[in-house]
């Protein structure tokens, strides 16, 4: 009988020299990289071990299994788990054990710390590879809590950290044989927010709006897109203007005073507000504002000295304006103790003509810009004594110039009643509409059956001789829904006019 040897297919790649490299490997994370919170709060957050590979020209290239090793600085692993991986849907009758750590081999990056390891052959039994390029093969979640300041946090790969079994070194197996694979890390910035809305310390903030504020709530209509409503920094806030093409859009720009029961309100205050960007000033006003003269507002017999400042001087450099208020030195005039007042305007332009790429200009509030006077810082008196706004140094708004393109609905023509479908009813629609005082037509173009760029009784007769005296179908969009072809507006058929073809 004769004999046959069976040969390893990673060991015949050898033999016979059909490996001609080794694939790379590294490894990595992704997930979020920044949270936020009060000094003291904990964090968390879901992560993934990724594998990249970059396959050489084997036999059998690609990653049969992998042992990872992990740990993090200023954080912890506190979940680690093969199932939901990307990889796990290429296994299939192999080995996993995965599972956090509190041990470690001495010397290694893992000692004191809380990680995490993982040990995974895809099959026993089977050819299971991952392919090239980013996989995820671990779900991970790893915590901790914001530092007062801030500060930050990383995810690493080291080796040695120690499950149930041995020390685990981060390796990968291909074709049989270990490749060790470039270890990644991610850093994670952790920002630390200081509660401005319910200071028990500080009761004035700032902020920016795009209109007027007159309200009894503190915070009340100031632009900022943090989510949590304790938090009321007012940075990173935007105005949007939409702008027609070749036109220079213009915004106002209103900074607040909002106060929480800060003693009898603000008697007064100066204001140093820089401006950046793809803007110009054309104006700062406190007309329209609390700081202006009874009735339209408040001040009386008081001060008042508001004005663009000069770029060039070198306190300055850049744009930007100042205010100084004092409502009144004759009588108890001040602002609400409760709530938020619009106090200055400042008017910007954008610096071009509007083109298809947005401009952005910017406002913030910087103490020591200079007018005509000294230079101003920023500060609000409250019962005669001064005090600092909780968030002078964050308080901050963009101003977004972006090109408008007129939106035009869908919509099917002879469809006047927006039913669906082009009928007797149509045609009955359009008549009411014309002659017995019946609603409108949202979409204008619907009801212009003919397509002549106007509604009249012919439009009736058209409908009624395409559907019952062999006319002519109406031109497009006909019979499914579509936009004009033949020089439609937004007057012609509004967005969100034609809900039937939504």
């Given at each position: ?134 996989i995820g093969i671990a779900k991970i979640t790893a915590g901790g809590t914001i530092p007062a300041g801030g500060g930050s946090a990383r995810l690493l790969y080291v080796d040695g950290c120690r499950g149930a079994g041995q020390p685990v070194d981060n390796n990968i197996t291909e074709a049989g044989a270990t490749v060790k ?65 070749g036109a220079q859009g213009s915004a106002s720009v209103y900074a607040n005073i909002s106060s929480q029961n800060a003693g009898g309100g603000a008697q007064g205050w100066s204001l140093a507000i820089a401006v950046g960007g793809e803007v110009t000033i054309t104006s700062v006003t406190t007309n329209g504002t609390a700081s ?153 173009d619907a009801a212009d059956a003919n397509d002549d760029g106007m509604i009249d009784s012919s439009d009736a007769v058209y409908l009624i001789e395409y559907q019952f005296m062999g006319g002519a179908e109406p031109s497009a969009p006909f019979p499914a829904c579509g936009e004009d072809t033949t020089g439609g507006t937004p ?12």
């Amino acid at each position: 009988m004769k004999r046959v040897w069976f040969l390893p297919i990673a060991l015949v790649a050898i033999l016979t020299g059909v490996v001609s490299a080794q694939s790379t490997f590294s490894l990595g994370f992704s997930g979020p990289t920044l949270h936020s919170g009060n000094a003291g709060q904990a964090w968390s957050g879901d992560y993934n071990a990724t594998l990249t590979s970059a396959l050489a020209d084997l036999v059998q290239p690609g990653a049969q299994g992998w042992s990872l090793s992990m740990s993090a600085d200023n954080a912890e692993i506190t979940a680690i788990a093969f199932e939901g991986s990307e990889a796990e849907g290429s296994f299939s009758g192999g080995f996993k054990k995965t599972e956090l750590t509190t041990t470690a081999k001495a010397g290694s990056g893992c000692e004191g710390k809380n990680g995490a390891v993982s040990a995974i052959v895809l099959s026993f039994t089977e050819d299971r590879r991952l392919g090239a390029g980013a996989i995820g093969i671990a779900k991970i979640t790893a915590g901790g809590t914001i530092p007062a300041g801030g500060g930050s946090a990383r995810l690493l790969y080291v080796d040695g950290c120690r499950g149930a079994g041995q020390p685990v070194d981060n390796n990968i197996t291909e074709a049989g044989a270990t490749v060790k694979p470039e270890l990644g890390a991610l850093d994670i910035t952790l920002k630390e927010i200081v509660s401005c809305c319910h200071s028990d310390v500080n009761k004035l903030n700032v902020g920016f709006s795009s209109s007027r504020i007159s309200s009894a709530s503190p915070y009340d209509g100031i632009i900022d897109p943090e989510s949590d409503p304790a938090v009321c920094d007012g940075d990173g806030g935007e105005i949007l203007v939409a702008v027609s093409e070749g036109a220079q859009g213009s915004a106002s720009v209103y900074a607040n005073i909002s106060s929480q029961n800060a003693g009898g309100g603000a008697q007064g205050w100066s204001l140093a507000i820089a401006v950046g960007g793809e803007v110009t000033i054309t104006s700062v006003t406190t007309n329209g504002t609390a700081s202006a003269p009874a009735p339209e507002g408040l001040f009386s017999g008081g001060f008042n000295k508001t004005e663009a400042i000069d770029p060039a001087k070198p306190e300055n450099g850049t744009d930007g304006v100042v205010s100084a208020i004092v409502l009144s030195f004759t009588e108890a005039r001040n602002l609400p103790a409760m709530g938020t007042e619009s106090v200055l305007v400042i008017n910007l332009q954008e610096a071009a003509p509007q083109g298809a790429a947005d401009q952005v200009g910017s406002a913030g509030f910087k103490s020591g810009l200079r007018g005509a006077g000294q230079p101003v810082q920023n500060a609000i008196t409250v019962d005669g004594g001064t005090q600092k706004a909780c968030n002078f140094d964050t308080a901050s708004i963009d101003v977004r110039f972006q090109l408008f393109v007129p939106q035009i609905d869908r919509f099917v023509r002879g469809n006047a009643n927006d039913d669906s479908k082009v009928n007797i009813a149509d045609p009955i629609w359009i008549i009411n509409e014309l002659f017995r005082a019946g609603p409108k037509t949202a979409c204008p173009d619907a009801a212009d059956a003919n397509d002549d760029g106007m509604i009249d009784s012919s439009d009736a007769v058209y409908l009624i001789e395409y559907q019952f005296m062999g006319g002519a179908e109406p031109s497009a969009p006909f019979p499914a829904c579509g936009e004009d072809t033949t020089g439609g507006t937004p007057e012609s058929c509004p967005a969100g006019s034609t809900a039937s073809c939504e």
